[in-house]
């Protein structure tokens, strides 16, 4: 039997203990050469453009010959105003590359020693940057769609006599989501949060180009798909698959979105859930990558993502860790 691709050595091509054996000169090279790969490494304004710069070497800063604006490898840049070391932030890189089914911040804040918030804040910077693949491509191949329901569980209550009818929107919290994912059967998984699964539809209208065929299960709000895609529909109640017609793709996408949440993150608030959304989807994407190519893709990602608006100052506005 052959060995499992993520099991061979091919599939380890980084190592926590060269990133801290490399030391800071090192990691802040490979920072460079991701952020200005055209000039290989040489530092490019982010200001003007201009590619003349004197270098400030006690504070890897640079002051552009042609502005006289300062910078650095980050500025601009999701990892804008950074306070970690390069190498702590390769490291924090490379342990997100490793997790296969996520990583909470408690569990990075005590791998890297920083602050859970820190830990946070820098995770949910690197899960945008990353979702800014998928962020306006259309899906071309054959796609499958479904929907899953997240958050907004209700405990019972301990004497049966007190419980609640849990079905009725009264009772309900109002934290319930549902992720809808779109996956192409060789391809990529776009994913959203919405309250309701029926607004599939008019995702699948926008996100999906015309004549592509579309896989959804027998619930009666994909029978609109039909007038904009050729659309196979399989019956959950009779058959996972039949003839090549089913949703597996995007269950499995929903296995590891699942084990996510209630291994890794125990609870996710509904106004973060796209971001570990996007993150499953990605990794779901990328499974059969090695993990050097994965903590590349991810520092690439964020030396190209802008800085975040959502992120930013983050640790001063919010205490909670979700
Ligand atoms: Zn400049």
Same mark, same amino acid.
């Given at each position: 039997?052959?060995?499992?691709?993520?099991?061979?050595?091919?599939?380890?091509?980084?190592?926590?203990?060269?990133?801290?054996?490399? /030391?800071?000169?090192?990691?802040?090279?490979?920072?460079?050469?991701?952020?200005? $790969? *055209?000039?290989?490494?040489?530092?490019? !304004?982010?200001?003007?453009? !201009? !590619? *003349?710069?004197?270098?400030?070497?006690?504070?890897?800063?640079?002051?552009?010959?042609?502005?006289?604006?300062?910078?650095?490898?980050?500025?601009?840049?999701?990892?804008?105003?950074?306070?970690?070391?390069?190498?702590?932030?390769?490291?924090?890189?490379?342990?997100?590359?490793?997790?296969?089914? /996520?990583?909470?911040?408690?569990?990075?804040?005590?791998?890297?020693?920083?602050?859970?918030?820190?830990?946070?804040?820098?995770?949910?910077?690197?899960?945008?940057?990353?979702?800014?693949?998928?962020?306006?491509?259309?899906?071309?191949?054959?796609? *499958?769609?479904? /929907?899953?329901?997240?958050?907004?569980?209700?405990?019972?209550?301990?004497?049966?006599?007190?419980?609640?009818?849990?079905?009725?929107?009264?009772?309900?919290?109002?934290?319930?989501?549902?992720?809808?994912?779109?996956?192409?059967?060789?391809?990529?998984?776009?994913?959203?949060?919405?309250?309701?699964?029926?607004?599939?539809?008019?995702?699948?209208?926008?996100?999906?180009?015309?004549?592509?065929?579309?896989?959804?299960?027998?619930?009666?709000?994909?029978?609109?798909?039909?007038?904009?895609?050729?659309?196979?529909?399989?019956?959950?109640? *009779?058959?996972?698959?039949?003839?090549?017609?089913?949703?597996?793709?995007?269950?499995?996408?929903?296995?590891?979105?699942?084990?996510?949440?209630?291994?890794?993150?125990?609870?996710?608030? $509904?106004?973060?859930?796209?971001?570990?959304?996007?993150?499953?989807?990605?990794?779901?994407?990328?499974?059969?990558?090695?993990? /050097? !190519?994965?903590?590349?893709?991810?520092?690439?990602?964020?030396?190209?993502? $802008?800085?975040?608006?959502?992120?930013?100052?983050?640790?001063?506005?919010?205490?909670?860790?979700?």
């Amino acid at each position: 039997m052959t060995q499992h691709f993520l099991l061979s050595s091919a599939a380890r091509t980084l190592k926590l203990k060269d990133i801290y054996k490399g /030391g800071e000169d090192a990691a802040y090279a490979q920072f460079c050469k991701l952020r200005w $790969p *055209e000039t290989d490494g040489e530092a490019v !304004c982010p200001h003007c453009g !201009c !590619c *003349e710069s004197y270098f400030i070497t006690t504070r890897r800063r640079y002051k552009c010959a042609a502005c006289g604006k300062q910078f650095s490898v980050t500025s601009g840049t999701i990892l804008h105003s950074r306070k970690l070391d390069f190498t702590d932030l390769l490291a924090a890189i490379c342990l997100l590359a490793n997790a296969a089914k /996520g990583l909470s911040a408690l569990q990075l804040s005590r791998d890297l020693g920083i602050h859970a918030k820190s830990a946070w804040v820098l995770a949910h910077k690197l899960r945008e940057a990353l979702a800014d693949e998928t962020d306006k491509i259309k899906l071309d191949d054959e796609c *499958e769609i479904d /929907g899953a329901y997240f958050g907004g569980h209700i405990r019972p209550a301990n004497v049966a006599e007190k419980r609640v009818d849990r079905r009725k929107g009264r009772h309900q919290t109002g934290k319930r989501r549902v992720v809808i994912a779109i996956r192409e059967r060789k391809g990529r998984t776009l994913t959203f949060v919405r309250k309701q699964e029926h607004e599939g539809v008019a995702i699948a209208k926008a996100r999906i180009a015309r004549g592509t065929v579309v896989n959804a299960d027998e619930a009666s709000h994909w029978d609109t798909l039909n007038a904009f895609f050729p659309t196979e529909r399989i019956n959950h109640s *009779e058959a996972y698959s039949v003839n090549g017609v089913h949703t597996n793709f995007v269950e499995s996408y929903f296995s590891r979105l699942r084990k996510m949440v209630s291994g890794q993150h125990h609870w996710v608030s $509904p106004q973060h859930l796209h971001q570990y959304a996007a993150h499953a989807a990605w990794l779901e994407d990328h499974r059969r990558e090695t993990n /050097g !190519c994965l903590a590349g893709r991810i520092l690439r990602n964020a030396l190209a993502a $802008p800085i975040s608006r959502t992120w930013t100052g983050r640790w001063q506005k919010s205490a909670s860790l979700t």
